[in-house]
């Protein structure tokens, strides 16, 4: 797998300012040690948005946000974790260096370029087919977008064009950059090695990346011919699961709430035509948990719109059921049917905008689609039906993240069949699918959840929660990572201890990579076990308010205090293990040495006495 460089990584962090990146963004005031702002991620008149230079982290006391320089970047500008690296690199000009199974591929510089001449050529190649469409050539394609209701500026706003009825009409206007034509996915080579224009005769979309460049195009025919749409096929800028068309236009609205989800080209375009500009479609393919992801970066309400046809009912079910997983209190999902027989683009022409946004306003939210769906299959008059109906949503409901969300559908499923409230819980509990943690994306949402969990806890008990010595010593490490030197002694006991503590194995890791690794802060740490289980983990035990706000007093003997805490853990671990072994069986000679050694250790650690 081709992915970033660690060092590349590591390197980028060392280098970057946080308190400059973020300073791009936010007016950044110095108040004492740190620097302050009013925060970004929630409404808010008083600053609670810290940035440490020291530690290169920021943090908010009202909502929870915090992290290093690539979080910050990631959260602000709604871009994914490589991007936010191209981002931070192109700040600092830098190069983002690749590896793949631990051998550096092929120098970014020229990867960059050939990406870059890729982009330049497609974006070309863009002007070319949006000069065709004004030729004498196109008044059939021209006549089609009239017919449609979209004028000249629509249709420019959307880049649309005409790929003339030719078999070399891009390949001769480009033919110094035949390779490059190939690689964008602009020509078709038959076996003969033959090559020709893909699209021909066509209606032209083109499709656009985050950032507003034309990656790949779609096509549509005049006539009969088939197929109807062709898209271009994936090439290395082009990935069919993660694109989606309209998003660009779509996200220059400002404020972004929502966005509908349509099916075709034409309807994002009609849509836009009709004032309802924040419409994107999926690249003939059903809506994936990336799309979903990628859309929920950016806002919380979503509406499906899909024929009232069957098929239009099966694909907004598999819709559903995508999202299921990523529902929480906060995100809104609805479903919106059509006159059977309509599309977005032919229904806004016929009714107009007010019209349309009628049938909008009335789209089902997704526990409403969800319930009626199966309500519509089962008959629930008999207790037959029910325990179906118990049986077909249970796996349904399990996919849903536990939160408050989740119990509302479940005391609706109560409501419906009369089982035990309790009892769906443990059902459903049960039904629940085992995640893969090593699925970065999943474990970075999860950790997201998890955050915001952790800081609403956190504004309730901040500062004073209560922590194991385990913890304590994993926050004190976090936040002074010179400390580390004085734990090393105390690794071996901390493996033994990993049994009976969760976080023993975290804090072993720590220890281990800062002795290693003595220079570390905790932006970097928190870049080392990003998209990690452990990623939460650092989040909870970062966002500390006293150890952000000023450097402890004698903190080399507050962390001393810990490590002498977690030894007696240890010995008392130890102690009550051997003792009870020694009630069902003899102990070794070494074992009992070891017992009549502890008995007076733990006396002595419990009077505050090192050993
Ligand atoms: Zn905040």
Not at 67 to 72: K, P, Q, R
Not at 452 to 469: A, C, D, F, M, W
Request: proline share 5%; glycine share 6%.
């Amino acid at each position: 797998m081709v992915r970033i460089a660690r060092e590349c990584i590591d390197d980028l962090i060392a280098r970057a300012d946080i308190v400059e990146v973020i300073s791009h963004s936010l007016p950044l005031r110095k108040a004492g040690r740190h620097f302050v702002a009013c925060c970004p991620f929630h409404q808010e008149k008083t600053p609670s948005f810290s940035v440490n230079a020291e530690k290169q982290f920021y943090h908010c006391f009202g909502c929870g946000a915090s992290g290093n320089v690539l979080s910050f970047i990631m959260e602000y500008q709604h871009v994914d974790f490589v991007e936010a690296i191209h981002e931070l690199a192109g700040q600092l000009g830098m190069n983002v260096v690749y590896e793949e199974d631990g051998q550096k591929t092929e120098s970014p510089a020229a990867r960059t370029d050939r990406h870059l001449a890729i982009y330049q050529l497609l974006q070309h190649v863009a002007d070319y087919y949006a000069h065709q469409l004004t030729t004498p050539a196109a008044a059939a394609a021209r006549r089609y977008l009239e017919q449609r209701g979209i004028d000249q500026q629509t249709a420019q706003k959307f880049l649309v064009g005409f790929a003339p009825d030719a078999w070399d009409g891009v390949l001769k206007t480009f033919a110094t950059q035949e390779t490059a034509l190939l690689q964008a996915g602009l020509l078709v080579e038959t076996e003969q090695g033959r090559r020709y224009d893909r699209f021909r005769n066509r209606v032209i979309f083109p499709i656009l990346d985050q950032r507003g460049r034309v990656i790949a195009f779609g096509g549509r025919v005049l006539d009969d011919s088939k197929p109807k749409y062709l898209n271009s096929p994936e090439t290395a800028v082009f990935h069919k699961s993660d694109a989606l068309y309209g998003w660009y236009q779509a996200r220059q609205q400002r404020p972004l709430e929502r966005l509908i989800i349509v099916e075709g080209y034409l309807d994002v375009i009609a849509l836009a035509q009709f004032d309802v500009p924040h419409a994107i479609a999926t690249l003939g393919t059903a809506t994936s948990e990336t799309h979903l992801r990628i859309i929920f970066r950016q806002v919380d309400q979503v509406i499906f719109c899909f024929d009232g046809d069957d098929a239009g009912y099966k694909a907004a079910w598999r819709a559903l059921e995508t999202c299921l997983s990523l529902m929480n209190g906060k995100r809104d999902v609805r479903f919106a049917f059509l006159p059977q027989g309509d599309d977005p683009d032919s229904l806004i022409r016929r009714v107009g905008t007010v019209a349309f946004q009628n049938y909008l306003q009335q789209a089902k939210p997704l526990s409403h689609f969800l319930f009626d769906h199966l309500l519509k299959r089962i008959d629930i008059a008999q207790l037959e039906g029910r325990a179906r109906l118990v049986e077909v949503a249970k796996p349904l409901l399990a996919k849903l993240p536990e939160g408050a969300y989740q119990t509302l559908l479940v005391q609706r499923l109560n409501e419906l069949t009369q089982v035990d409230f309790k009892k769906l819980t443990t059902l459903i509990q049960d039904a629940q699918p085992k995640h893969s943690p090593s699925d970065p994306v999943a474990v970075r949402e999860k950790g997201r959840e998890k955050r915001e969990k952790i800081s609403t806890r956190n504004i309730i008990h901040l500062g004073r929660v209560n922590r194991t010595p385990i913890q304590m010593a994993i926050q004190l490490l976090l936040h002074t990572p010179a400390l580390a030197q004085r734990a090393e002694d105390i690794y071996s006991q901390v493996s033994v201890l990993i049994d009976k503590d969760g976080d023993a194995e975290f804090l072993m890791l720590l220890i281990e990579l800062l002795n290693r690794q003595p220079d570390m802060h905790l932006g970097l740490l928190c870049e080392y076990w990003r998209g990690t289980p452990y990623e939460p983990l650092i989040s909870e035990y970062a966002l500390q308010e006293n150890l952000l706000q000023q450097p402890i007093v004698n903190i080399e003997a507050e962390f001393d205090g810990i490590l002498t805490q977690i030894k007696q853990q240890y010995y008392q671990y130890r102690y009550e293990l051997l003792l009870a072994k020694s009630r069902l069986a003899a102990l070794t000679p070494s074992e009992k040495q070891e017992f009549f050694e502890l008995a007076p250790l733990l006396s002595r650690v419990s009077h505050g006495i090192k050993p």
